[in-house]
T-cell receptor
């Protein structure tokens, strides 16, 4: 069975702080894909990143960075120098190759205070 | 990435009525997905809709309650039938893209409130 766990329900930080959102996953597939999505208060889901299971390189995009560790089944997301506009719910998701279904974690609500 | 639009963006409906949500994509896609997001919750897949075949429903969702149409490769509808307040949710349409069809993009969602 596949599962995504985002243990942090809510995180509150002050602007300019760094924050890491945790994601732990379970799958029996040897090839799989991991995703992060952002859902701002307006409700739309914004695709942030996709990671293949065979590519463990960490990625940086501006203030965003992702740390993929296959050994611990984790795919954590760090926002550096957070801003108020980063306030949103962030979802980690997993898709195996055994089917078409993408499994979403429960989400982490991030509050960034000015 | 594909541009996905949904209509209506939001609606307030009375118990016992039905609402049809439309999803339009600006390119042809093989698979379309319908998700439900209840207030404060994560996304739950309702069904997968392929053109030319019946939708495949996930456990806990049935065709009588959530009939889906997929008349062509750019359009799909989801109907929420005989609504109750428990159906109040955001309903999201989604498509897959990318070389290996593993990048999943979402429409803006339809925010439904049932009184």
């Amino acid at each position: 069975a596949q599962k995504v766990t985002q243990a942090q329900t809510e995180i509150s930080v002050v602007e300019k702080e760094d924050v890491t959102l945790d994601c732990v996953y379970e799958t029996r597939d040897t090839t799989y894909y991991l995703f992060w999505y952002k859902q701002p208060p307006s409700g739309e889901l914004v695709f942030l990143i996709r990671r293949n299971s065979f590519d463990e390189q960490n990625e940086i995009s501006g203030r965003y960075s992702w740390n993929f560790q296959k050994s611990t089944s984790s795919f954590n997301f760090t926002i550096t120098a957070s801003q108020v506009v980063d306030s949103a719910v962030y979802f980690c998701a997993l898709k195996g190759t055994g089917g078409f279904k993408t499994i979403f974690g429960a989400g982490t609500r991030l509050f960034v205070k000015a | 990435s594909a541009v996905i639009s949904q209509k209506p963006s939001r609606d307030i409906c009375q118990r016992g009525t039905s609402l049809t949500i439309q999803c339009q994509v600006d390119s042809q896609v093989t698979m379309m997905f319908w998700y439900r997001q209840q207030p404060g919750q994560s996304l739950t897949l309702i069904a997968t809709a392929n053109q030319g075949s019946e939708a495949t429903y996930e456990s806990g969702f049935v065709i009588d309650k959530f009939p889906i149409s997929r008349p062509n490769l750019t359009f799909s509808t989801l109907t929420v039938s005989n609504m109750s307040p428990e159906d109040s949710s955001i309903y999201l349409c989604s498509v897959e893209e990318g070389q290996t069809y593993n990048e999943q993009f979402f429409g803006p969602g339809t925010r439904l409130t049932v009184l």
